[in-house]
């Protein structure tokens, strides 16, 4: 199979079920924000491999998580790719992935120090990065708000409420491996009018 068939030359393209639409479909923007999260959760478990000369057990559990995560995402892009059909080459999206998520901020959160101002996004390679991940998160799951009211098959309930803990996850996922780098966090320091 060729990797290019030119079939989207034109400015369309495919969804699961057959329907073609335009690349600038919010469907498309939907599931190529999902993409481009899936990808820079990828960087991060680059970082956490290549970071030390050994890989922590901690470094090797978030290696273990951030593969379940991208797996869910695509699961979840699958569900984005076919809103428009009632496709069964969809992929299952279980109510219970927010709890699951919420046992894991559940778990993480405890091991670090209590906030008492908002931290810049900041600190090692990978803490920067799973920042990143957190605010391209946010951005998936308010295309995924808009996409479901717009006139779609799907309810995408569950879903929005697995984006939304998956970005609070990554903000504590960045503080836990930042503790772990021994990498300080930066405090915002507010600009006062003088």
Same mark, same amino acid.
């Given at each position: 199979?060729?990797?290019?068939?030119?079939?989207?030359?034109?400015?369309?393209?495919?969804?699961?079920?057959?329907?073609?639409?335009?690349?600038?479909?919010?469907?498309?923007?939907?599931?190529?924000?999902?993409?481009?999260?899936?990808?820079?959760?990828?960087?991060?478990?680059?970082?956490?491999?290549?970071?030390?000369?050994?890989?922590?057990?901690?470094?090797?559990?978030?290696?273990?998580?951030?593969?379940?995560?991208? %797996?869910? *995402?695509? @699961? #979840?892009?699958?569900?984005?790719?076919?809103?428009?059909?009632?496709?069964?080459? !969809? $992929? &299952?999206?279980?109510?219970?992935?927010?709890?699951?998520?919420?046992?894991?901020?559940?778990?993480?959160?405890?091991?670090?120090?209590?906030?008492?101002?908002?931290?810049?996004?900041?600190?090692?390679?990978?803490?920067?990065?799973?920042?990143?991940?957190?605010?391209?998160?946010?951005?998936?799951?308010?295309?995924?708000?808009?996409?479901?009211?717009?006139?779609?098959?799907?309810?995408?309930?569950?879903?929005?409420?697995?984006? %939304?803990? *998956?970005? @609070? #996850?990554?903000?504590?996922?960045?503080?836990?491996?930042?503790?772990?780098?021994? !990498? $300080? &966090?930066?405090?915002?320091?507010?600009?006062?009018?003088?």
């Amino acid at each position: 199979m060729k990797i290019y068939t030119k079939t989207g030359d034109g400015g369309n393209t495919g969804l699961l079920g057959g329907v073609k639409v335009s690349k600038s479909h919010l469907a498309v923007e939907t599931s190529g924000t999902i993409d481009e999260l899936n990808s820079v959760i990828g960087v991060v478990g680059s970082h956490l491999e290549t970071n030390r000369a050994e890989v922590s057990q901690l470094q090797t559990e978030l290696l273990k998580l951030l593969r379940q995560i991208q %797996n869910d *995402l695509f @699961d #979840l892009g699958s569900r984005v790719a076919a809103c428009l059909s009632d496709s069964c080459k !969809v $992929a &299952e999206f279980g109510s219970n992935k927010p709890v699951e998520l919420e046992s894991l901020i559940d778990r993480y959160d405890p091991t670090l120090p209590g906030l008492t101002a908002f931290i810049l996004p900041s600190g090692s390679v990978a803490g920067c990065h799973l920042h990143l991940a957190r605010s391209v998160c946010r951005r998936a799951e308010r295309r995924l708000v808009e996409l479901s009211q717009s006139s779609v098959e799907r309810d995408f309930r569950t879903e929005q409420i697995y984006l %939304n803990r *998956l970005s @609070d #996850l990554l903000f504590v996922l960045s503080r836990v491996v930042n503790q772990d780098a021994g !990498v $300080a &966090e930066t405090q915002w320091q507010v600009t006062r009018a003088d």
